[in-house]
């Protein structure tokens, strides 16, 4: 394998042989926007074999210009067309994000880190988030409303978000009222020890509907930075906690709490009471909705052990969207931040093997040349909805705005923006849980 830092030009190199090395589908070597034509796929990569919800947002054919330009054209359009806008844009490029996109971005960061930083530009009339759909919400929601947030590619989703559909969870919330609150309202009445029976508790990895859903209902937002803060903020309020759409985030933090595994049941929205009895969501502390991120969960500990037989002395941080074994079998388990900084804190050369998105392994590797790093899963598989997005939509974006056009506006409506800026705030106040890693094994 090349130890180039970009994701983009390793794959090439692994589909033309020029270097050793596998990807999970050959089809990562097509322009995105031939991948556009096919509407009910998130495109190559982990979420390639994910179902895509009918109502998803299609991104149309782009102009030919943008399609056939070189890629020194596109770099020389992009850099003109950012100095000519100068403060009137900010691009923001998520961590996940490839080297080619994220070179332009003015913050790179997770997806919470670059909403703040968004509103950190009052002065900005748009803000391009090169990442994905529920980011560009989050920006939208937290930025002000005359400033624009464009998402260069409609296409590029999150297969994980996509999972806790707005109707499913309503329903949802619909069946544990009549478990819990005997078919009252019960989420507004605290019961006789002041506690509500369950707390809605939503990943920021969520649509704008399900972040206004869980504000309407008393709950709140976590990220994977302060999950287990915000599970304690929840349950100060509540006897339960309802928390999607990632199970996997949800289990590792509550397990991590000492919650027992079998009061933590899976909610699969396509079964009546989510495939559980009474009794158990009675007994419930967390009910887990059936999601996941197909980027994390193809982590196992087979990988672990192997890069334990090949690097002994390895340190192993996976992302806590990996299944709890992953997450048990590692040496420590934290956000993408924490992968980030525990590597800028090793203070000796250290072997590192992370489990998360391979755009930021590939980065830190480069960026950190003193380690060694690589990525636990040695196949090649980037997070399909980002690496939807490529420079020639950025360059299509930034012109387009230099024409007075704005492209791709992501706007959340106002019913809905009010109780997911809610849901935000209350986690914005939630103290953070004392520094340090989730413990691994
Ligand atoms: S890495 Fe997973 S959670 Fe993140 S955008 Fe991709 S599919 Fe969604």
């Known amino acids: 394998m090349t130890t180039t830092s970009s994701v983009d030009l390793t794959i090439r190199d692994i589909s033309t042989g020029a270097a050793s090395g596998s990807t999970c589908a050959a089809t990562l070597l097509a322009a995105p926007w031939d991948i556009d034509r096919v509407p009910d796929s998130y495109g190559p990569g982990a979420s390639m074999d994910d179902p895509v919800p009918a109502d998803a947002p299609r991104q149309g054919e782009i102009p030919r210009e943008y399609r056939e330009a070189s890629e020194a054209e596109l770099d020389r359009r992009i850099r003109a067309a950012k100095a000519e806008l100068g403060e009137r844009v900010v691009v923001l490029g998520h961590f996940y994000q490839r080297d080619e996109v994220v ?51 409609l296409a590029a989703g999150c297969s994980m978000a996509d999972m806790a559909d707005i109707d499913q969870v309503e329903e949802c919330w619909e069946q544990l009222m009549e478990v ?9 009445e605290a019961g006789a020890d002041g506690l509500a029976p369950i707390i809605p508790v939503t990943y920021m990895n969520s649509s704008a509907a399900i972040k206004g859903f869980v504000g309407r209902h008393g709950g709140i937002v976590c990220t994977s930075s302060n999950a287990s803060a915000v599970l304690q903020w929840a349950f100060e309020r509540g006897r339960r906690v309802l928390f999607f759409p990632d199970q996997h985030l949800g289990r590792n933090t509550a397990k991590a709490m000492g919650i027992p595994l079998e009061q933590m049941p899976m909610w699969n929205p396509r079964r009546p009471l989510g495939g559980n009895d009474e009794q158990t969501l009675r007994e419930a502390q967390v009910v887990l909705w059936h999601g996941f991120c197909s980027v994390h969960k193809r982590f196992t500990t087979s990988q672990i052990d192997q890069a334990r037989v090949e ?53 830190l590797a480069a960026q950190h040349p003193q380690h060694t790093i690589f990525c636990l899963d040695p196949v090649i598989c980037p997070c399909s909805t980002m690496y939807r997005i490529h420079p020639g939509y950025l360059a299509w974006v930034l012109e387009s705005l230099l024409e007075g056009e704005v492209i791709n506006r992501i706007s959340v409506g106002q019913d809905v923006a009010e109780p997911a800026r809610l849901a935000l705030e209350r986690m914005l106040a939630v103290k953070p849980a004392a520094p340090g890693p989730a413990a691994g094994r």
Do not use: W
């Open 103 to 153: 070179q332009y971005a003015d913050y790179v960061g997770d997806s919470f880190q670059l909403a703040k930083a968004a509103t950190a530009h009052q002065e900005a009339e748009a803000i391009i988030f090169c990442g994905v759909h529920f980011m560009a919400e989050t920006a939208d929601l937290l930025s002000a409303p005359e400033q624009a947030v464009i998402l260069p590619n």
């Open 311 to 363: 690097h002994p002395g390895v340190r192993v941080i996976v992302h806590p969207e990996c299944p709890m074994p992953v997450v048990d079998a590692a040496d420590e388990s934290g956000s993408t931040d924490y992968i980030r900084r525990a590597i800028e804190g090793a203070t000796e050369p250290t072997t590192f093997a992370i489990g998360t998105e391979i755009n930021l392994v590939q980065r």
């Open 180 to 188: 819990y609150g005997e078919g009252e309202t019960a989420d507004s």
